[in-house]
């Protein structure tokens, strides 16, 4: 280094890590000025609106989660799981009130899913099995728990939605199948809104 060369003590990089942050605090006087407005906007404009289910708003949460569900497909084999999961929670939120349906269907989802991966093995080697997954002996997960772990985001999703599926609308039905074949062929914007479209004009045309 040539000794008339200035030494930089600070490295320049560190200049402009103040930026974000004063952008951020800029930023929330606006923040908090919105909030009461779209609380104001919102109660003006609710009442006008009405029901948003009547809309068919109400598919959006199933459209997304079957978007998802199409991005964690394996196969038939590894969504046998997601059936299982989809059968329990359906008969648990048609026969037992509340939200335990989730949980079962959930639950006998990871279930199925752990039986299956050997589905010829006994079933005291399956216990004795779990408990050394449970313990994840060696640090290693064996094929029955790794096909639990990648089941159970699938589990979850279905068993959240499984009531659509046995909804007494004959509409909420045929637009639920509609979104189903239109997940599986579109990304996630395109299908969350052709579900709420064809929701509300089936509900139009096939009141309940």
């Known amino acids: 280094m040539n000794a008339h060369e200035p030494v930089l003590n600070d490295p320049p990089a560190t200049l402009p890590q103040s930026e974000p942050r004063r952008g951020a605090v800029a930023a929330l006087p606006a923040l908090l000025g919105f909030i009461p407005f779209a609380l104001v906007l919102g109660g003006q404009v609710g009442p006008l609106l009405g029901d948003l289910r009547s809309y068919g708003f109400d598919i959006a949460c199933a459209a997304v989660f079957l978007v998802l569900l199409k991005g964690m497909w394996r196969g038939v084999h590894a969504a046998l799981a997601w059936l299982f999961s989809l059968i329990t929670a359906a008969l648990f939120y048609l026969l037992i009130p509340g939200g335990w349906y989730v949980l079962a269907g959930t639950v006998a989802g990871l279930v199925t899913a752990y039986l299956w991966a050997k589905p010829?093995?006994?079933?005291?080697?399956?216990?004795?099995?779990?408990?050394?997954?449970?313990?994840?002996?060696?640090?290693?997960?064996g094929p029955q728990l790794t096909q639990v772990l990648n089941a159970?985001?699938?589990?979850?999703l279905i068993a959240v939605i499984a009531p659509k599926f046995v909804s007494g609308h004959p509409a909420d039905l045929i637009a639920l199948g509609l979104t189903v074949y239109?997940?599986?062929?579109f990304s996630l914007l395109p299908v969350v809104v052709f579900a709420i479209v064809?929701?509300?004009?089936?509900?139009?045309?096939l009141p309940a």
Do not use: E
């Open 120 to 141: 010829c093995m006994a079933v005291d080697t399956n216990l004795t099995r779990a408990l050394g997954f449970l313990l994840l002996r060696n640090g290693t997960l």
């Open 198 to 205: 064809m929701t509300g004009v089936l509900r139009l045309l």
């Open 182 to 185: 239109a997940a599986t062929r």
């Open 152 to 156: 159970a985001p699938g589990c979850v």
